[in-house]
Antibody
Framework: QVQLQESGPGLVKPSETLSLTCVVS????????WHWIRQPPGQRLEWIGY???????NYNPSLRSRVTISLATSKNQFSLNLTSVTAADTAVYSC?????????????WGQGALVTVSS | EIVLTQSPGTLSLSPGERAILSCRAS???????LAWYQQKPGQAPKLLVY???NRAAGIPDRFSGSGSGTDFTLTISRLEPEDFAVYYC?????????FGQGTKVEIK
């Protein structure tokens, strides 16, 4: 059974960098697309971006200037960095997997990690 | 970007009843690349339907998806107690991928 688990600080100060890791268990990371999604309180889900197992990436234009997604296949994990955060970045951050190509739904998700931006 | 609008916001029904959830897109969803997810409190979303009408592995046949272009529907033919949850639609044919705001199916 494939499982994804997010981890990282639950509290980040304004202007600092939000860093999260998603650990994948139950399958290899090869040939899949690995995504980050977030949901601010009371708002809809927002797609952040993805990284393919080869290293190619695609980010949401609304966040592109501040986002970096990286891969560590030897550790079966991938990470999210979001710089210069503000209160508007407070959200539940989730990782997910998309199979069979860049145009695919998410077949597995993590449970999500709440990150609060506050001084 | 494609904006998805789900209706109704909340659906109050009894077990055994039929649920019809709507997802309308601001522009045509290419390739019918529209998915539906179910989310229960404290749990990760679960993929129900992809490609507008294909059930994901292990999903009961009481869940069915339909539609094309800008109008899509998820139908739950007979609600079971475990079906009361929040449902999201998502388009994944155009970047950025976008989601609807969700429909909550609650027990009447």
């Amino acid at each position: 059974q494939v499982q994804l688990q997010e981890s990282g600080p639950g509290l980040v100060k304004p202007s600092e960098t939000l860093s999260l890791t998603c650990v994948v268990s139950g399958d290899s990371m090869k040939n899949y697309y690995w995504h980050w999604i977030r949901q601010p309180p009371g708002q809809r889900l927002e797609w952040i971006g993805y990284i393919y197992s080869s290293g190619s990436i695609n980010y949401n234009p609304s966040l592109r200037s501040r986002v970096t997604i990286s891969l560590a296949t030897s550790k079966n994990q991938f990470s999210l960095n979001l710089t210069s955060v503000t209160a508007a970045d407070t959200a539940v951050y989730s990782c997910a997997r998309a199979p069979w190509g860049p145009v695919a739904p998410f077949d597995y998700w993590g449970q999500g990690a709440l990150v609060t931006v506050s001084s | 970007e494609i904006v998805l609008t789900q209706s109704p916001g909340t659906l109050s029904l009894s077990p055994g009843e039929r649920a019809i959830l709507s997802c309308r897109a601001s522009q045509s969803v290419s390739g019918r690349y529209l998915a539906w997810y179910q989310q229960k409190p404290g749990q990760a979303p679960k993929l129900l339907v992809y490609g507008a009408s294909n059930r994901a592995a292990g999903i009961p046949d009481r869940f069915s998806g339909s539609g094309s272009g800008t109008d899509f529907t998820l139908t739950i033919s007979r609600l079971e107690p475990e079906d009361f949850a929040v449902y999201y639609c998502q388009q994944y044919g155009s970047s950025p991928r976008t989601f609807g705001q969700g429909t909550k199916v609650e027990i009447k």
